[in-house]
């Protein structure tokens, strides 16, 4: 049978226009498959931007759909349904993700960062505590300590608490004596509460040692020994709380000027008193002032001449509310109005106010309620801040 080239060379151009073809609607597959992709993605990432989160979803889910294998979108699909309190789906999300084959060890990481946070929000406290310690030696280790840290907290782990702290400042990431000095205070107030005060103590002196300026272990340990029936060693361990934070003879006075009193310490305490006073003009200073003077055998300025001092240098309506309270009134049939009044007007001016959230309470909070962050109440009122 005889080769006939020019069958070939007639073929060649057929065969070239279609390739030609073929490859062109190849691409033009490829385009519209990229398109669509992109489209869906921008259109879910205009519905964040405007926060329509329900129709930012349906757009990540369908291009989740178009393309199954888009790890991003399901990071962002995950983050989404946490945000808007669905931890089933956004476990579900993440846990997809971590059972691929073909993800890399970096965003297996990131995925387990993400089902631990998700357990986290959800309160599913063993989980999360279980998916953080995994990422022990991963570029999220920090994170996973910090949000461990959190964890152990909220459960009231304190010696866990302790122990990841430690790893976190001798890590670099700041300093957690505070912190630390707090979880042994929490530890000997459990044992306090279960009748093991004796076993407190060690505990309360561990704290003053590792936060020497922190107010709290001495509060605690002046607590103790009044309750001992050693008022002369609270007295003095107040005295070192206020030269040891100063910042903090708002919470302290109270307590010292009640010890002084049940010690017969009045004299030294009020001239003590009455020398922080006058560096800082606290009310709370100035109450345990007035306490320890109507106590007194000598001549003093009454109550109301104290606070009259107070308003000739702060403009105080909870100090013109305690001097009009003993003030005689022309007419003195309305004064309980007028007081009461007073009272009610002062209520809120009387509270502390979180500096990281703002959430005020009657009382003074050593770490936050609201948002559970440490030392964040000032130790003063909100009228003096």
Avoid at 31 to 51: D, H, I, S, V
Avoid at 289 to 294: M, N, S, Y
Avoid at 358 to 367: C, L, M, P, T
């Amino acid at each position: 049978m005889d080769f006939d080239i020019t069958l070939i060379l007639m073929g060649l151009p057929v065969a070239f226009v279609l390739g030609w073809l073929a490859s062109r609607m190849d691409l033009r597959q490829l385009r519209m498959e990229n398109r669509q992709a992109p489209k869906a993605y921008f259109k879910g990432l205009n519905f964040l931007l405007n926060e329509q989160q329900d129709q930012a979803i349906d757009a990540f889910i369908e291009a989740v759909q178009s393309d199954p294998d888009t790890s991003e979108l399901h990071f962002a699909l995950g983050n989404l349904f946490r945000r808007r309190g669905e931890y089933e789906r956004a476990v579900r999300v993440h846990e997809h993700l971590l059972s691929r084959g073909d993800l890399s060890e970096d965003d297996r990481h990131r995925a387990q960062h993400a089902l631990a946070l998700d357990y986290l929000k959800a309160g599913l406290l063993d989980r999360a505590e279980d998916a953080l310690l995994k990422l022990e030696g991963t570029r999220f280790e920090a994170q996973a300590r910090l949000a461990l840290l959190a964890n152990y907290e909220r459960s009231r782990d304190w010696e866990h608490a302790a122990l990841v702290a430690q790893k976190l400042e001798s890590s670099g990431q700041g300093s957690f004596k505070g912190r630390l000095a707090h979880y042994l205070c929490e530890q000997a107030a459990t044992l306090v509460s279960a009748g093991h005060t004796t076993d407190a103590t060690p505990l309360l002196e561990e704290a003053m040692a590792t936060a020497p300026d922190a107010p709290r272990p001495r509060m605690d340990l002046a607590q103790l020994q009044a309750r001992a029936g050693h008022a002369g060693q609270a007295c003095n361990t107040l005295t070192e709380a206020m030269h040891a934070a100063p910042s903090a003879v708002g919470l302290i006075a109270p307590l010292l000027a009640q010890q002084a009193m049940a010690a017969h310490q009045e004299p030294q305490v009020l001239a003590l008193l009455q020398e922080v006073y006058a560096q800082g003009r606290s009310l709370d200073v100035l109450d345990a002032i007035v306490a320890l003077e109507a106590v007194g055998t000598q001549a003093a300025p009454t109550a109301r001449e104290w606070y009259a001092r107070h308003l000739e240098n702060e403009p105080s309506l909870v100090a013109a509310a305690k001097w009009i309270a003993g003030e005689k009134l022309e007419h003195e049939a309305f004064h309980p109005h007028v007081q009461r009044a007073l009272d009610h007007a002062v209520k809120p001016l009387t509270r502390y106010r979180c500096a990281a959230c703002g959430f005020e309470a009657k009382q003074h909070f050593w770490q936050c309620p609201g948002c559970q962050a440490w030392d964040s109440y000032p130790a003063r009122r909100v009228e003096e801040l």
